[in-house]
């Protein structure tokens, strides 16, 4: 098993750590999701998602809180707050305007987004961008309303993308992008700008077997 890399994006530098073939046996946790039901879950996600075993991060933790620590400075370690498996399965005709742009997963700099790939690179990876007219790529409390206001301003003038978003536009440019990997864990703070990458002709499955599954885990830092 390997340690982890860390790449600084954009300007503002953001961390996002990537650690290749995370799990000692991905395969059982792929078995775990095809025996879960997936349903709906929230507004936001385009897809259904299952309870995951958030368990089986502990073969890992030591890892997990290297990174914490020496990437992210959370020196009193972190809380988990939620664990799922995620499939996308969202028609893209049927996006709501928020699920068509790049997003961020809330202002609070201390929510480690977690995502964990058990799928290949065949499905797209995750992009990370750059909000052209503001030239954010982190989204925190002072910078929440001037956003919110040059986003509208935006899309009223450009419009928004006929389904999930791909560069280039008008709107954001990408900094980074990392492709999907089998057993690739991916670790950013949620207050990156970011958006799935779905690729053309993509099938939208939703058997976790064949679709695009990944563990998403959000982790929340000790103050």
Known sequence: MSGYVVHRIGREGAPVVVVDDFAAEPERL???ASARP???NGIHYPGVRAAA???Y???RMDLIRQILVEVFGAVRGAVLAECNFSLVTQDPATLTP???????DGADAGRIAVLHYLCGPQMGGTSFYRHVSTGFETITPDRLSAYDAALRADVARAGLPDGYF????????PIFTLPARYNRLAVYRGIS???GDIPEGFAFDPDPRTGRLTVNTFLQVRP
């Open 193 to 195: 700008l970011h958006s």
């Open 98 to 104: 928020i699920q068509r742009l790049p997003h961020f």
């Open 166 to 173: 791909t560069a280039p536009s008008p709107l954001f440019e």
């Open 30 to 32: 792929a078995e775990a």
């Open 57 to 59: 991060l502990g073969e």
């Open 38 to 40: 997936f349903s709906r």
């Open 53 to 55: 075993p958030s368990a």
